[in-house]
């Protein structure tokens, strides 16, 4: 744990770091603006489940308002003509998901702790890891996004032994160990997670 520690130390004097804290800032503003705002990304977030989350970013900004009032059909088709690999099942989840939408800053009044937990059961297509990625995409900080770039580099530094499968349990357990390297780097999970992306793909997304 301690090589990770000291990169990630010599990250957060950097160059990244500063973009890290300018994306977290970003990331809260979200959560100020308006329920239809706050829903679009959370289609991204549905976007990027078993797909790249580049392409999922470009989709977003295309469709733009469309999540909000596209028939099914209609984002099914244009989902596919831009290239997402589950244009049917995406259009479903979205159209579905709209439901929520009105009272999404409600919903995320709610107690921190359940707050992941709902998302799961109520909107499809999202898992444990789509919905943290929402959460702090909107400005939630203590949600960890846990994806195989993430288990690639722990196993890499022999923190975690790879996973056949990422029950709910072991999600859990490696979200511990994130939260233990984020205390030792008196930092969030939301920038732990920027900072162990951009180790592994030399890049500061969403």
Request: proline content about 1%; glycine content about 4%.
């Amino acid at each position: 744990m301690k090589d990770l520690i000291d990169y990630i130390e010599k990250l957060k004097k950097s160059l990244v770091g500063r973009k890290v804290e300018k994306r977290i800032k970003e990331f809260k503003e979200i959560s100020k603006k308006s329920n239809d705002d706050i829903f679009k990304e959370l289609c991204f977030c549905i976007l990027t489940a078993n797909f790249n989350a580049e392409k999922s970013i470009e989709i977003q900004n295309k469709i733009g308002d469309g999540f909000l009032n596209f028939s099914e059909k209609e984002l099914e088709k244009k989902l596919r003509e831009l290239g997402h690999r589950y244009p049917k099942t995406r259009a479903k989840y979205i159209v579905e998901a709209r439901m929520f939408k009105d009272s999404l800053k409600n919903i995320l009044e709610s107690n921190e702790n359940d707050l992941r937990d709902w998302f799961v059961k109520n909107i499809k297509g999202l898992g444990y890891k789509e919905a943290s990625h929402f959460l702090r995409n909107i400005g939630f900080e203590n949600f960890a996004i846990i994806d195989f770039h993430i288990i690639d580099l722990l196993v890499k530094h022999k923190l975690i032994k790879r996973p056949k499968t990422l029950t709910k349990r072991k999600y859990f357990e490696i979200e511990n160990i994130l939260k233990r390297i984020a205390k030792e780097l008196n930092i969030n999970l939301a920038e732990l997670d920027l900072y162990l992306w951009y180790m592994e793909t030399g890049k500061i997304l969403k």
